[in-house]
């Protein structure tokens, strides 16, 4: 990605001139390992992949849940939390944007998921992840305790990375990497814009450029992955390594999927179809017309992952409540689904409002549930570690005073792998701050001039 220098140093001057005395606005310090048993006693809790108990205890240890239920032993050790009247979810898991990868827009330096050309496969996005950054605490506020980060530029834009959102270095925060290939399918319908001078013909021949350069990266990589397998043989010349292609070769041999950033029908059949000629692993990014054919999907097996709910159709004469509805389609078409987000990780903490609205619009809630936690850990591939509440799995779960899928509701405690999460952050400083302001103002009894 962007060269590190220059990414530190662009930092560097966003502190300086946002906060002149050097500190961060909230500053939350990464948590230490678990030290000895927590007991969350007396909550309802919501595993996912079971039941929901009612007055129950969760127990976990050493970053690993020992025992869930009504009926469990506590260690004598054990720090117990009263929960009462309080439920306790799986932290929640937002499946594609670029947090850690970027911090203000307008300040290049902050910026790290798009690299230089269109042919970036060896980009990857847990080594760029900036664990400083001011939008991850507030992500957690939200209930965000994974999410999955992603390249966004280019054809091919790297590979993406299941990132913890809580730790010193980006080795500490990486759960999974890599999680998908990312691919950004070129439009496949000339669309007149009055923001655009491009004839359709040179639309055409550019997007026939893209799709042609898309193609010979892969048939490039596999003669690679040959070549190379090739030199174990005796009288085979050593092959000069290409990391471009090297990145490659998990997806050519199935062992990682390809997510494809599509929405449009035609996007979405042609990236099938060349999916099915390069026999790799397809993950269906964005989807928006992909109701339109989800017996294909389901017939192929293709999971999807659904960014922004929260969105207007992208076609006028198309139904107000298209994309809310979305997921409630693919539901009942027996498709594995996730919702994500809109992608900006200013954002991330509105996650549950996207289910909500699925929720609001036919999906049930316990599939809305499902969507941002075990679900989106099973598009993942994490499914075996977190997503649900059950012994065995990492003790990354969260305590909420109400509904998570009510928009009131607020998190009150995350734990990621057992350790208790500081859950400051940016927006909880600023309302302290104005909240004494006008509490001054009114003691004082005068008014507000600003």
Same mark, same amino acid.
């Given at each position: *990605?962007?060269?590190?220098?220059?990414?530190?140093?662009?930092?560097?001057?966003?502190?300086?001139?946002?906060?002149?005395?050097?500190?961060?606005?909230?500053?939350?310090?990464?948590?230490?390992?678990?030290?000895?048993?927590?007991?969350?006693?007396?909550? +309802?809790?919501?595993?996912?992949?079971?039941?929901?108990i009612s007055g129950g205890t969760v127990v976990f240890d050493k970053g690993v849940i020992t025992a869930v239920g009504t009926n469990v032993t506590i260690p004598a050790d054990a720090e117990r939390v009263d929960v009462r009247g309080k439920s306790v979810y799986p932290g929640l898991i937002d499946a594609y944007s670029i947090m850690g990868l970027t911090e203000i827009g307008s300040v290049r330096g902050t910026l790290d998921y798009n690299e230089t050309g269109d042919v970036n496969p060896n980009a990857?996005?847990?080594?760029?992840?900036?664990?400083?950054?001011?939008?991850?605490?507030?992500?957690?506020?939200g209930g965000i305790a994974i999410t999955g980060s992603s390249p966004m530029g280019g054809l091919i834009a790297g590979t993406s990375a299941a990132i913890m959102m809580d730790g010193w270095t980006w080795e500490d925060m990486t759960l999974k990497a890599p999680l998908g290939l990312v691919v950004n399918w070129p439009? *496949?319908?000339?669309?007149?814009s009055p923001f655009s001078r491009q004839s359709k013909e040179e639309w055409t021949k550019n997007r026939d450029a893209r799709l042609k350069t898309l193609m010979e990266a892969f048939e490039s990589a596999r003669a690679y992955m040959v070549a190379k397998k090739a030199e174990q043989q005796r009288g085979i010349p050593y092959h000069e390594t290409d990391l471009r292609w090297e990145a490659m070769i998990p997806v050519l041999e199935g062992k990682v999927p390809v997510w494809v950033q599509a929405s449009e029908l035609t996007q979405i059949q042609a990236a099938i179809t060349w999916a099915e000629r390069e026999n790799v692993k397809l993950v269906l990014v964005g989807g928006r017309d992909s109701w339109r054919i989800t017996s294909q999907l389901k017939a192929k097996n293709i999971p999807v992952i659904v960014v922004d709910v929260l969105n207007s159709p992208s076609r006028r004469w198309e139904q107000y409540d298209l994309v809310y509805s979305l997921p409630k389609k693919l539901k009942d078409a027996g498709i594995l689904f996730c919702i994500s987000g809109d992608t900006d990780p200013?954002?991330?903490?509105?996650?549950?409002?996207?289910?909500?609205?699925?929720?609001?619009?036919?999906?049930?809630?316990?599939?809305?549930?499902?969507?941002?936690?075990?679900?989106?850990?099973?598009?993942?591939?994490?499914?075996?570690?977190?997503?649900?509440?059950?012994?065995?799995?990492?003790? +990354?779960?969260?305590?909420?005073?109400?509904?998570?899928?009510?928009?009131?509701? +607020?998190?009150?405690?995350?734990?990621i792998q057992g350790k208790t999460i500081d859950m400051r952050d940016m927006h909880k400083q600023l309302y302290e701050k104005y909240t004494e302001k006008y509490r001054q103002i009114h003691e004082e009894g005068g008014k507000d001039r600003n």
């Open positions: *990605m962007e060269k590190g220098g220059w990414k530190m140093a662009g930092l560097a001057i966003v502190g300086i001139l946002l906060f002149p005395g050097g500190a961060l606005a909230s500053d939350p310090i990464p948590a230490p390992k678990q030290k000895k048993p927590i007991a969350l006693i007396g909550g +309802t809790i919501y595993t996912v992949s079971g039941e929901v990857r996005a847990e080594v760029a992840v900036h664990p400083e950054s001011e939008l991850i605490p507030v992500a957690r506020s439009a *496949m319908v000339y669309t007149p200013s954002n991330a903490r509105n996650l549950n409002h996207h289910a909500a609205a699925a929720a609001a619009f036919g999906l049930s809630k316990e599939d809305a549930l499902r969507a941002i936690t075990l679900d989106a850990a099973r598009v993942l591939g994490i499914e075996s570690t977190v997503g649900s509440i059950e012994p065995g799995k990492q003790a +990354t779960l969260m305590v909420v005073s109400g509904d998570i899928l009510e928009l009131s509701s +607020t998190v009150d405690q995350l734990y």
